[in-house]
């Protein structure tokens, strides 16, 4: 079964809106990244942030992580057309090192 | 740099053949991935290889195999292709020091009839 699960399965907002995506897991995890996906495209990695951080940014994209509730948002401030892509938050489970874990995705549309 | 190449971009299989997908990255990763994605489903890891020589199924592994032919190839061979195998592949690779993070290739998209 999936690790993550990705809420909502797709959002659409408006140019210049913010957009959030949430992400909820089932067991402790290493650590937690989020990737975009463009349509017929591979996955790229956008950001990883560890089981004792709270919160990162990089850019315009803002990551929270809270263990104790299992769960995790990605923020993707002033949105831009180019943002339109499937979101994905990926786990690294326990002390596993090697495998990755993938959630359902949030299809993000930004429409002008 | 190429980054994970795949190769074939598109297949169509009837019931029953075999195939091979093939991967190769040139980033000197450790671990390679395959994994597959249906609508609705997001990616489900099929294979994974933490190492040279070294190979571990994934959440869905039946009716595959694969090979780490060394550090740089990992196929994925179906061996008799059935129609629930319709799906895109893609293949990763990933370096444990940098917290796994992975790099993909463009995806192979499979159909079996």
């Known amino acids: 079964s999936q690790q993550g699960e990705e809420d909502p399965q797709a959002l659409s907002i408006q140019e210049g809106e913010n957009a959030t995506m949430n992400c909820s897991y089932k067991?402790?995890?290493?650590?937690l990244q989020w990737y975009r996906q463009n349509s017929g495209r591979g996955l790229v990695h956008l950001i990883l942030i560890r089981s004792n951080e709270r919160e990162k940014h990089s850019g315009r994209l803002r990551v929270t992580l809270d263990t104790s509730k299992k769960s995790s948002s990605l923020l993707i401030t002033a949105s831009r057309a180019a943002d339109t892509a499937s979101y994905f938050c990926?786990?690294?489970?326990?002390?596993?090192?090697?495998?990755?874990?993938f959630g359902t995705g949030t299809r993000l549309l930004v429409s002008p | 740099n190429a980054g994970v190449t795949q190769t074939p971009k598109f297949q169509v299989l009837k019931t029953g053949q075999s195939m091979t997908l093939q991967c190769a990255q040139d980033?000197?990763?450790?671990?390679m991935y395959w994994y597959r994605q249906d609508p609705g489903m997001g990616l489900r890891l099929i294979y994974y290889s933490a190492s040279e020589g070294t190979t571990d199924k994934g959440e869905v592994p039946n009716g595959y195999n694969v090979s780490r032919l060394n550090k740089r190839e990992f196929s994925l061979r179906l061996e008799s292709a059935a129609p629930s195998q319709t799906s895109v592949y893609f293949c990763?690779?990933?370096?444990?020091?940098?917290?796994?993070?992975?790099?993909f290739g463009e995806g192979s998209w499979l159909t079996v009839v």
């Open positions: 980033m000197n990763h450790n671990s």
């Open positions: 990926a786990t690294v489970p326990g002390r596993s090192f090697q495998k990755l874990v």
């Open positions: 990763a690779s990933g370096d444990s020091g940098r917290g796994n993070t992975i790099y």
């Open positions: 067991t402790s995890i290493n650590n």
